[in-house]
Structures are given as C-alpha cells and as structure tokens.
C-alpha cells in the first residue's frame, strides 16, 4: 500500500513541470508541512480525533506550474510567465527589483537553503519590494530590506497569506495590506519601520499573529479596519506596540471588533522616528497599546510590560495629535473591553496630561491605563489589579473571555472584489493614493485639498506627475513613481481625486 502511494507521488512530481528559469538549477524538494502527516507520538489519538483546518488559499489553490528564479534572475520576469494557481520559487540570492503581481493565485516561496534566503534588496534605491492586486496571494519565506516605501503591499486584494517573512530596515511599512479581505499575516519577522512594521488598512476579516515586531514606530497596526484578531505576537522596542485606530479622511470611515490577545508587549519605549506630520508621529514613545476612535476593542490575556507612558492607553480624535476632525467618523472609542492582562511596571515616565488626569482622581503611582476624552459603554473586569486613570466609571464586562471565537478568517475564500470601469479610479485611489493623501490633513503626502486647488481643471497634469514625480516640496518626502498604472489608469484616479469632497 505505501509503494503504491508513493509511487503515484512520484510521478505526480514529474507531471506537474517545473519552469527552470533561464539557468538550471539542482531544486531541493520542498516539503508542505501543511499537507504532510502529523507527528502522532506523545498523544493517544484513538482518544480523540484531531482535526486541522486548511488554510484558504491552500485549499484553493489549483496545482499549477513551479517556476524556479535563480540568483541573478528576475522574480517579476517569472510573475510575467506565470499563470493563476503556478508557484514562484525563489532560490537563495540577492534580488533587486519591485515584485507587481496583478494575476490572481499566485505563491511567491522563497528557498531557505542552511540560513541564506532568497533576498530582496533595495538598496535604498527601490521604493517597494512586492505589490500585489491579485486575490488569494501567498507571499512565504522571502527576506527584504532596504527598500524606501513599502515591503509587502497589497491592494484590495483578497483571501492574502503573507508568512515566515524577514523583512528588515524597510522604510515606511513593513507588510500593508489595504482594502483586502480574508487575510493572514503570520511568523513574519520585522524591524527597523518608519511607521508600521505590520498595518492593517481599511481591511476586514484579518488575522496578525505569531508575529515578531520590533524597533519600528508602529508595531501592529489596525486602521480603518473590522473584525481582526491580534494574538500571539512578540511586539517589543518599538514607539508604539499594538493600535487599533481610525485614521480621520480615508474613504473607509470606522475601525470595530478587534480582538487583541495573548501578546506579548515590552518596552515599547522608542524614541519615534517617525514622519513628522504622520498620525504615528503623534505616538508618545512608551504606548504599549494605543486604541484612538476604535469600537468594540477587546484587550484580553496580553503580557503588557515596562511601557513608559501607559500600558493601554485610549484615546478619542480631539486629544489625539496629529488628527483632523473627520466629520463621518465618529472621534470617541466606544466599547472598549479590557478583560484579564498581566501589567508590569508601565507608565513610570508617563506624559504631562497622564500627570494630572491623576492627580484629580488622587491616583498615586504610575499607570498602567490612560482614557482620554470620551468613551461610551466601555467595561473592565478586575480593575483593581491595576492604576487606571479615566475609567473608574466604566462598567463591568458582562463576560470575561473570547474563547469562543477561534478565527474571523472565512471558511471558504471571498470573491474578488469586483471593480467595474467606471469605478476603476475610485478603486485606485482607495488603493494606492488614499495611503498617503487624506483630504484636509497631512499624512505621508500634502492634503487632496491644496492639490485639489494646484489642479483644478488639470488631471493630466497629475497623470503626468504621477509617472514621474519630481520632488516638490522641502518638508515632505518625494512622491514615489506610479508608473506601473497605465495611463489610462492613472487618469481615473487624477480625475477622481480631483472629485473628492472629503
Ligand atoms: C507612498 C506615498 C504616496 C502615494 C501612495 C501617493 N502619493 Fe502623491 N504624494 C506623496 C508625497 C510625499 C507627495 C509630496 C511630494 C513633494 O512635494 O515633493 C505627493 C504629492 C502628490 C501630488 C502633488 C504634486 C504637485 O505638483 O505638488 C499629487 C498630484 C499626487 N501626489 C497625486 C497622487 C495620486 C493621484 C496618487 C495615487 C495614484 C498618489 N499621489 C499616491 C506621497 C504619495
């Protein structure tokens, strides 16, 4: 029975082809640990049967071609060739190059072979390392560094699975997925971000976890955004450690049911080097975790420690610097539901407001939690445990865990969004350029109302600039290439930037 089986494994290998690139290559076999048997010893499994949930993508991903990239070969060449459902493998190198994938299933593996990655590098030269629009992404085992924008970025893409990624000293965001849904970002590894090494945008049904994040300014970040969970990530030394926010001007107007749980959250004391202007350079250094305008915030079994400013700390839109008043957001954080944490030592070089917010409640000591502004029908459980400030009338939660929710990660893969022609500007714009332009404030680019007023009439003037930007401004940044959108598309999106009224 066993030869029988592998001998069909065998010829299945070979029928599938694999693409050697331009050189050829000795490609080790790559084992699925997802597909392959589980260990069986130390647990009676007649007692109990074991079930083990395939991922989305993997249940649907169609078996397609491997395309082998060698050192010196191109991954986007490889992209180019591929068809929906084929696997890019990555052999051990140095790549420089920004990876597009606009084909929907696509797998990027990279080969780590005794401790070399398949690296993507650039060289502080290069704007982004991967881009993808394409649905049911998977993006494995790649490292990336020294890129200036984005490491992994994916727009409006669904049922995405980013994992086992080293991505280091890369510019603003480390892994930002934008308007997808149905999304898993796990056992990455990343430091070094100017902003937020993980950042969930205007996303739903989303999950970050066992992820490694450290000395960014944003650890993990959940904007604009429903139903993520946050849960066993290590999120130490960074400005800010896990924020769940809303952003004020982006087309996606609230951030609700975030599940915050079983992290651990150290030290996140760095000083922030962030942007000046950008909503994370308002962080005070020290934030364990940050909840600003967020709804429905459950913070549960976190390991919260030695954060300078607060352990939690909450916050609405009119306390909060850095932050416009986005009259369709609603500013307070409702709901917030701070069950069992363990808090230690936080708050012991706490901000001026903290100072006095306790000394009119006679609070002694340093806190462990912070409410600023308003919240509405917010609860706690065991406050006693901690030095709060700000919450003593909240109420008590009317439950004290989530171990009924295991994942919001869907059974089965949501559809593609669908993006009909004459929305192809409006879908671009949320895409791409609302992750740097809001209406009225400032963010990593000038407000869509002073460009608004430069280009009245004149969409192909930005059309234009847009393809080749040139640097305009002393006190922002340059405005990285959009390029890789046909001109056609880039007009879409100029016209209905121009169009905005908020
Ligand atoms: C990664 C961030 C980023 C993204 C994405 C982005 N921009 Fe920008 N944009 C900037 C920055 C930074 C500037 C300011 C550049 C300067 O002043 O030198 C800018 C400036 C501009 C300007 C002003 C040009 C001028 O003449 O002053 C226009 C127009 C513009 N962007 C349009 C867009 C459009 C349209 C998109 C989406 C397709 C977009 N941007 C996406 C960061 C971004």
């Not at 994938?101 to 005794?114: A, L, Y």
């Not at 669904?158 to 892994?175: A, H, L, S």
């Not at 992820?211 to 139903?227: C, L, M, P, Q």
């Not at 990530?233 to 107007?253: D, E, Q, R, S």
């Amino acid at each position: 029975m066993n030869k029988i089986i592998t001998a069909i494994v065998v010829i299945g290998a070979f029928a599938a082809g694999l693409y050697f690139g331009t050189s050829q290559t000795n490609a080790p076999v790559i084992t699925n640990a997802d597909s392959g048997a589980s260990y069986s010893g130390g647990f009676d499994k007649a007692s109990k049967s074991v079930s083990v949930k395939k991922s989305a993508v993997a249940q649907r991903i169609k078996a397609g071609k491997t395309h082998v990239v060698n050192d010196g070969d191109s991954i986007m060449a490889a992209v180019q060739v591929a068809n929906s459902g084929d696997t890019i493998q990555v052999m051990p190198g140095s790549y420089h190059e920004t990876v597009y994938i606009d084909k929907d299933d696509i797998r990027i593996v990279g080969v780590i072979n005794e401790g070399n990655y398949a690296t993507l590098d650039g060289q502080g030269t290069l704007n982004d390392a991967i881009l993808y629009s394409g649905n049911n992404i998977v993006i494995e085992n790649m490292r990336i560094t020294k890129y200036k924008g984005n490491g992994i970025m994916g727009q409006a893409g669904n049922n995405f699975e980013i994992r086992n990624n080293i991505i280091v000293d890369t510019g603003v965001y480390g892994i930002f997925p934008q308007l997808g849904q149905n999304g898993i970002v796990e056992y990455n590894v990343i430091s070094g971000i100017e902003d937020a090494a993980i950042y969930v945008g205007m996303s739903d049904n989303i999950h970050v976890a066992h992820n490694d994040v450290f000395d960014s300014v944003a650890g993990i970040e959940i904007e604009n955004s429903r139903h993520a969970i946050v849960e066993n990530n290590y999120v130490h030394n960074n400005t800010g450690g896990i924020l769940a926010f809303i952003t004020p001007g982006l087309p996606i107007k609230t951030t609700f049911d975030v599940i915050i749980r079983n992290n651990f959250i150290d030290n996140n004391n760095h000083k922030n080097f962030a942007a000046p202007g950008s909503t994370v350079a308002g962080i005070p250094a020290g934030t364990g975790i940050l909840i600003m305008a967020a709804d429905e915030v459950i913070v549960e079994n976190n390991i919260i420690s030695n954060n300078k400013t607060a352990g939690i700390l909450i916050t609405d839109h009119n306390n909060a610097p850095n932050t416009t008043i986005d009259p369709e957001s609603d500013p307070a954080p409702d709901k917030v539901m701070l069950l069992n944490n363990i808090m230690l030592n936080n708050g012991y070089d706490t901000i001026d407001e903290a100072k006095a917010l306790m000394l009119t409640e006679l609070k002694q000591g340093h806190p462990d939690i912070l409410r600023v502004g308003v919240s509405r029908d917010s609860c706690v459980i065991n406050r006693h445990r901690y030095v709060t400030v700000g919450i003593n009338d909240w109420a008590e939660c009317n439950f004290t865990n989530t171990h009924a929710i295991d994942s919001y990660i869907l059974d089965e893969p949501v559809a593609p969004r669908e993006i009909d022609p004459s929305e192809r500007g409006k879908v671009v714009y949320m895409g791409i350029c609302a992750g740097c332009h809001t209406y009225t404030g400032r963010m990593i680019g000038p407000p869509v109302q002073i460009i608004q007023a430069l280009y009245m009439d004149n969409p192909q003037g930005i059309a234009d600039f847009i393809a080749k930007p040139t640097k305009k401004r002393d006190d922002y940044p340059e405005m990285p290439p959009q390029n890789y959108l046909d001109a056609e598309t880039r007009l879409a999106a100029a016209k209905y930037m121009l169009s905005r009224k908020n």
